[in-house]
């Protein structure tokens, strides 16, 4: 192996360098001065996407054996995921400060957390797939009981944990199938027998690929396996709900392209009913049981287990076009996302967590601006135009009908309109409710522009689709 052979995964290996420097000089600053942990963990960020950026290859690269893949798509989903979790650094850091919990730790677990995402992005093996995704899964878990003297954390990251190991479980033990079938684990050569060799493609080979199904499912937190969902955004504090909501998704698009079009692409057939039913169901149970809900972290869980469904659908299509409607939407539901769990923790202060509905009521009267913003937010989660929300809910529709399924496309206008109603009623609540807390808004200013330019960029994009929407489908190409 020659340093040319490592060049690909010069950003992962810069970023756990990065990782250990934040590590050692967390542990000789006090907590008066740790803020400097913060500033490090930012500049790392900004070192790994500088890496990314010069690294990236003209063309489909392989490394390490073939267990690892350089493409357009690998850059672009993992700079997305540096920027959200950068986004989330920045978000909590005034969050943090006032309820007593600025320790090394978050950031560091972020950072770990970001790096697994990376693995998953550039996975080319199912062996890497599953390395990845464990070195993300045991830093959430970590992170949901962060606040160790928080029952309802504490709760939550049992549960996620159980859960979570049930559902590695499964994609481990499907993956045994694949690779005792095939005789490979590298998505390409998995590809190539399911191609060249008849014997392969039965009823062995179906079982195993059901069972790693149930592991991107558990990831995407879809139904029937989203019983985790709701219950670990409610738990655990609002900044590592906002990280759980936004860059794992990057993630686990990735190992569904990786693992249901590169590898198991000729069995679209076979997955794609499998797909389907997770599809339908999350859409209709995300969609209705969100309206019932009274917190708003749990009421956003729900919400995002029907926008599963809609990226869900884009990948049942088997089509490049859907391919590209399901990362246009993952890209645009993550910035979305992002900022309306910045609000919430905007919202919060010492002692006082802003994650009822009824925390709401009144922000116009106290923060015109910032309930400006949140409009923004709701506007495009419920798909509204011109909120980006909206193209990416059309091109996941367009795809699905351009497949030639016109029940499914109703069905997904269904959920939206379902959707909107529980979207504006935050709006409602924040316009046309009394205040019932006058609070004043404590954070940074540079934390205030953030989440200001998060919002713009949500109606900006969405003024100017065109762009993001050309790059997926070229980075798809």
Request: charge should be negative; include cysteine; proline fraction near 3%.
């Given at each position: ?47 790994t996407a500088a890496s990314i950026v010069v690294t990236g290859p003209d063309s489909r ?35 943090l400060q006032q309820q007593k919990l600025f320790k090394g730790e978050y950031y560091l ?369």
């Amino acid at each position: 192996m020659t340093i040319q052979d490592l060049l690909p995964a010069i950003p992962e290996m810069a970023l756990v360098g990065l990782i250990c420097v934040v590590l050692v000089a967390d542990l000789f600053v006090d907590d008066e001065q740790r803020a400097v942990t913060f500033w490090l963990s930012i500049v790392a960020l900004v070192i790994t996407a500088a890496s990314i950026v010069v690294t990236g290859p003209d063309s489909r690269t392989l490394a390490f054996d073939g267990s690892y893949v350089s493409d357009a798509l690998s850059q672009v989903l993992k700079l997305a995921a540096v920027g959200v979790v950068a986004l989330g650094f920045l978000y909590a850091r005034d969050y943090l400060q006032q309820q007593k919990l600025f320790k090394g730790e978050y950031y560091l677990l972020g950072l770990f957390g970001l790096l697994g995402i990376m693995i998953m992005i550039s996975a080319n093996s199912l062996l890497t797939t599953y390395l990845g995704l464990e070195t993300l899964s045991l830093s959430l878990y970590a992170l949901v009981a962060f606040d160790r003297n928080n029952a309802a954390s504490a709760e939550s990251a049992m549960k996620y944990f159980v859960l979570g190991a049930i559902a590695s479980g499964a994609l481990l033990y499907g993956m045994s199938w694949i690779y005792g079938i095939t005789g490979s684990l590298q998505f390409h050569e998995i590809a190539e027998a399911i191609r060249t060799r008849p014997d392969v493609n039965g009823m062995p080979l179906w079982f195993g690929m059901a069972f790693m199904i149930v592991g991107i499912a558990f990831k995407f937190g879809a139904v029937p396996f989203h019983m985790w969902l709701p219950d670990v955004y409610q738990g655990a504090r609002s900044p590592v709900t906002l990280y759980i909501a936004s860059a794992p998704k990057l993630g686990a698009l990735a190992i569904a392209l990786r693992i249901l079009v590169d590898g198991l692409g000729d069995l679209h057939e076979v997955w794609q009913g499998m797909i389907m039913v997770l599809a339908v169901l999350s859409l209709i149970i995300g969609n209705v049981v969100a309206i019932a809900q009274s917190n708003i972290k749990r009421m956003l869980g729900y919400s995002a287990i029907g926008h599963v469904g809609f990226i869900l659908l884009a990948v049942f299509c088997g089509t490049g076009t859907g391919n590209a409607a399901a990362l246009f939407y993952t890209l645009t539901y993550v910035l979305i996302a992002a900022g309306a769990f910045g609000i919430v923790i905007l919202l919060s202060r010492h002692g006082f967590e802003a994650d009822n509905l009824s925390d709401f009521k009144g922000l116009n009267a106290r923060s015109p601006w910032f309930a400006f913003m949140m409009l923004f937010f709701m506007f495009g989660l419920a798909g509204i135009p011109p909120w980006v929300g909206f193209f990416a809910k059309l091109y996941a529709i367009n795809a699905v009908l351009e497949a030639g399924f016109p029940g499914l496309a109703v069905l997904m206008v269904l959920a939206a309109v379902v959707g909107a109603f529980y979207y504006l009623r935050v709006v409602w609540y924040m316009y046309f409710e009394a205040a019932e807390d006058r609070a004043i808004l404590q954070a940074k200013v540079d934390t205030k522009f953030i989440l200001s330019m998060n919002g713009l960029a949500v109606l900006g994009i969405g003024l100017m689709p065109g762009w993001l929407l050309s790059l997926c489908i070229s980075v798809l190409g």
